[in-house]
């Protein structure tokens, strides 16, 4: 093994890999591909054919500006700049299997697809200037994942604008603008990147998203022991960024101008979890201090202290759930609604329509979000709706109502269920400051008045979940008129 290390092209190819500071663990795999081969003068050659010298990641660096291509940020100790190729060339490609080759024409056309091809059968042809750029490590890493791609800009051949693939829980990456060019910042006519790289990239990336989805919610994915808060070994964060945030904010401090608000939702926190076993944030403390000013609405701030409740927003994990997942979800959403919708009314009997202390309804869907009530009965309260003559709008109990149970209020984790399978859980429900007695179908149509917010296919679960209390389907179509003539009901 000693005298491998001892042959110039082995040694140099080394030295590159170590030199241009892959994202981890390319370094080690393309080292292993070197030492472990069963020539490596010859894995050496190759590779060394295949990674840009050093002074052509100078060329680079000086063409692209010293700037991340992705970012338009500077490199750091602990995010550096880095030389690596826009899209490795695809050498499976050049295997002549009918089907395969037939889905890249029709995905990219014959044209494109035989361009690829051409690539990939003869790499060491293409010009390193057209593949190579210039970006920062976790830019690097957030554009493998197909988190970000860039859209080229109408009638340019430099001009792109950077966007955030929003599949999965991956957060965006941090930029310094938008819109960025992908041209010649050293004026010396250098070669630029080839347009179709950035192209292949773009169209590909949705794809890469929902593969790691699909690997990620596969059944016969291996469980791992996950670590927790509340439940050890059951679960966990959908990643470990969630963990971290999770066990440093233990504690979530809201301010606003409205005190009535937080008492609300301080005391819907304390009746939630008296007569429940729903999990929401623990109530830990009010404060409310007049802040000197002549405006008769805003003379007191309000601050509410509450434990954080572990797991991310359904809006940005629905695709990370898979069917079986989503059937679990819809049982186990039903039985928190059974309890939530059961919950007794001890408060200011006179008044069937009322927030939780017996005072008035606040909502955006209600009167632009300013109080109003507490009413009697139910007609009183379609009086300060929008079609309050509706029969659609008659004959309900007043019961107990989050009001917005939209899919930014409802969040979710990852658990190990007892077969070993990994799987997802509801960690409950926040943003209980609207809640109140309302009519019975009032959570069901308030859930979808950010319907934008989800897909089909999670309008569908939402459906679901409300059939054992009845068919609102005639109250929703009533609500959708209610929208389109304004912003509440």
């Excluded at 990674?51 to 500006?65: C, E, F, H, Y």
């Excluded at 699909?214 to 808060?229: G, Y």
Aim: hydrophobic fraction near 35%; aromatic fraction near 12%.
């Amino acid at each position: 093994m000693a005298s491998i290390f001892n042959d110039d092209d082995v040694k140099k190819a080394l030295s590159l890999i170590q030199s241009a500071k892959l994202p981890h663990p390319s370094g080690p795999l393309l080292s292993s591909f070197i030492i472990e081969a069963l020539y490596p003068r010859l894995a050496a050659h190759y590779l060394v054919e295949s990674i840009p010298d050093a002074v052509t990641q100078a060329v680079i660096t000086k063409r692209d500006g010293g700037k991340c291509c992705i970012t338009g940020k500077a490199g750091r100790f602990w995010d550096p700049l880095i030389v690596v190729p826009v899209l490795p060339v695809p050498s499976l490609w050049i295997d002549d299997e009918p089907r395969i080759f037939n889905i890249l024409g029709a995905f990219f056309t014959p044209s494109y697809r035989d361009w690829w091809l051409v690539n990939a059968q003869i790499p060491w042809d293409m010009s390193p200037y057209h593949n190579h750029w210039l970006v920062r490590r976790s830019g690097a890493n957030a554009f493998v994942q197909g988190v970000a791609k860039l859209d080229r800009l109408h009638l340019s051949m430099d001009e792109y604008e950077v966007k955030h693939v929003s599949i999965g829980t991956l957060d965006s990456i941090d930029l310094d603008g938008s819109y960025l060019l992908l041209g010649d910042y050293s004026r010396l006519n250098i070669e630029k990147v080839d347009p179709r790289f950035i192209g292949t990239h773009a169209r590909l990336s949705p794809s890469c998203r929902w593969l790691e989805i699909a690997k990620q919610i596969s059944p016969n994915m291996e469980a791992r022991p996950c670590l927790s808060i509340g439940r050890p070994s059951q679960r966990g964060p959908f990643f470990f960024s969630g963990l971290m945030k999770t066990a440093c904010l233990a504690v979530w401090l809201m301010a606003s101008g409205d005190p009535d608000r937080f008492w609300n939702e301080f005391n819907a926190l304390q009746m939630v979890r008296r007569y429940t076993s729903v999990p929401v944030p623990q109530p830990l403390d009010l404060v409310i201090t007049p802040t000197g000013s002549d405006d008769p609405f805003h003379s007191h701030d309000a601050y509410l202290l509450t434990s954080r409740v572990p797991g991310i927003p359904l809006s940005r994990c629905q695709d990370m759930l898979s069917d079986r997942d989503g059937a679990e979800f819809v049982a186990q959403m039903q039985e928190y609604l059974t309890q939530i919708r059961a919950t007794p009314k001890a408060v200011s009997l006179e008044h069937a329509i009322c927030d939780t202390l017996g005072g008035s309804c606040r909502g955006p869907r209600i009167s632009s979000g300013n109080p109003v009530g507490p009413f009697v009965d139910e007609a009183a309260f379609n009086k300060v709706l929008r079609n309050p003559d509706d029969p659609s709008r008659r004959g309900y109990r007043a019961i107990f109502t989050h009001t917005d149970l939209n899919l930014r209020n409802i969040l979710a984790d990852r658990i190990i269920r007892p077969d070993g399978t990994r799987g997802a859980d509801s960690d409950g429900t926040v943003d209980w400051e609207n809640s109140g007695y309302y009519p019975e179908y009032w959570d069901y149509t308030n859930a979808f008045f950010e319907g934008f917010r989800c897909n089909q296919r999670w309008r569908d679960v939402m459906h679901e979940i409300f059939k054992p209390f009845g068919n609102f389907s005639k109250e929703f179509e009533v609500e959708k008129r209610s929208w389109e003539g304004g912003n509440y009901i």
